[in-house]
């Protein structure tokens, strides 16, 4: 798609989950783990997430990635070549961070807000915990569209906190009672336009996610998605951004009495939802077969990367954990293709080697073995 290949160079870990020390020398291709559960191969791809905003893949507490019983805390150190040349990337946390934040270093010097990594690294992620999206809680399709977002407009993320922000301050007066209006209607105007922002953010990324996935290959071996979002600006969504502003916050002056009585907001964009259907079968995808709701999200995964490459220049480094487990031979070499299609490097994991054949040199492979990993053809 793009000759502005992305890719980590070196990898280095310190006191990371169960990786004592690591030291990988990585190239342009892509990188396949294999080893038995348990090993690590997760682990190490969570490192990788950790350089982008956000605590990873798992969402963790910093200080339960640090190894047990060491003195000290994490870190994680790569060389890429990222979207704006040659850098380097540091990242670490001590377990008196009680989990709470992380320092991080580009090129050397501290950088002001995690943010700055967007500038250089754009990362996609698919994990087992993410097959029960479509059945799960909303809370969880919220957050993958939201990281979805992210890869897109690097400043969603303090969007959204600063939305979180302001509600739990407004939810809090609301407990209280007896609050000044003219306080109450400051923070509502501060959600109002947070809240817009967030809900059109999502919305712009939703059209433009279903706009590619519509024009897809017609013999895509992955079903096509047909994506809907659920907010409080539904029915006005056509406004303009100060009308939907407007409106919500006038929503949210008529509903203090009540979110009072509930103790919490009851709308707004915390409440959305990430509607899926499997377009062939023009059925929800809560529905469809467990394979189907896999192949599902993987074809809306591999859109979204697209989406990425096209929007930013350059594709995003994929990471794909136990991407292979349940596919067919034709589907899995179907599936490579269409990574090495994308033009980034991709992190795969899988506990049979012989499963990510169809890759041939397109790939390099290891073995992770209780923390350890060593090239798989030692």
């Not at 990242?91 to 008196?96: I, K, L, V």
């Not at 299609?341 to 041939?360: H, K």
Request: hydrophobic share 40%; proline share 3%.
């Amino acid at each position: 798609m793009t000759d502005s290949r992305v890719y980590l160079s070196a990898l280095k870990l310190s006191d990371f989950r169960n990786y004592h020390t690591l030291s990988l020398t990585l190239d342009r291709r892509h990188v396949v783990l294999t080893g038995e559960n348990g090993a690590g191969k997760t682990n190490l791809m969570e490192a990788v997430s950790l350089l982008s905003p956000g605590r990873g893949l798992r969402r963790g507490v910093y200080a339960d990635m640090v190894r047990e019983d060491a003195s000290d805390g994490f870190s994680v150190f790569a060389e890429l070549e990222g979207m704006e040349g040659e850098v380097t990337i540091g990242t670490s946390a001590g377990s008196e961070s009680q989990g709470q934040s992380r320092r991080i270093r580009i090129n050397r010097t501290n950088a002001a807000a995690a943010d700055e990594l967007l500038d250089h690294l754009r990362l996609v992620w698919l994990t087992p915990a993410m097959d029960g999206l479509f059945t799960g809680a909303k809370g969880d399709r919220r957050r993958f569209l939201d990281r979805q977002v992210l890869s897109i407009d690097p400043q969603h993320a303090r969007r959204t906190l600063d939305y979180e922000r302001a509600m739990r301050s407004r939810n809090r007066l609301l407990s209280e009672g007896g609050s000044d209006p003219s306080w109450l209607a400051a923070i509502e105007a501060q959600m109002a336009e947070f809240g817009t922002a967030i809900a059109i953010a999502r919305r712009e990324m939703v059209t433009m996610l279903s706009g590619l996935i519509e024009a897809g290959q017609q013999e895509s071996p992955f079903p096509k998605a047909r994506l809907q979002l659920t907010d409080f600006i539904d029915g006005i969504g056509s406004a303009s951004a100060a009308e939907i502003e407007d409106e919500f916050a006038r929503q949210l002056s008529q509903s203090r009495y009540r979110d009072g009585a509930a103790g919490r907001t009851l709308v707004g964009p915390h409440r959305s939802d990430l509607l899926v259907w499997h377009l062939a079968k023009n059925m929800d995808a809560a529905r469809c077969s467990t394979g189907e709701q896999k192949a599902l999200l993987i074809g809306i995964v591999l859109a979204h990367a697209r989406l990425t490459a096209q929007t930013c220049g350059n594709p995003p480094v994929m990471l794909l954990d136990e991407i292979a487990a349940h596919l067919d031979a034709g589907r899995r070499a179907a599936l490579f293709d269409l990574i090495e299609d994308l033009g980034g490097q991709a992190f795969m994991t899988g506990t049979d080697r012989g499963m990510f054949a169809a890759l041939g040199e397109r790939a390099r492979c290891f073995h992770v073995e209780e923390g350890a990993v060593r090239p798989a053809e030692d």
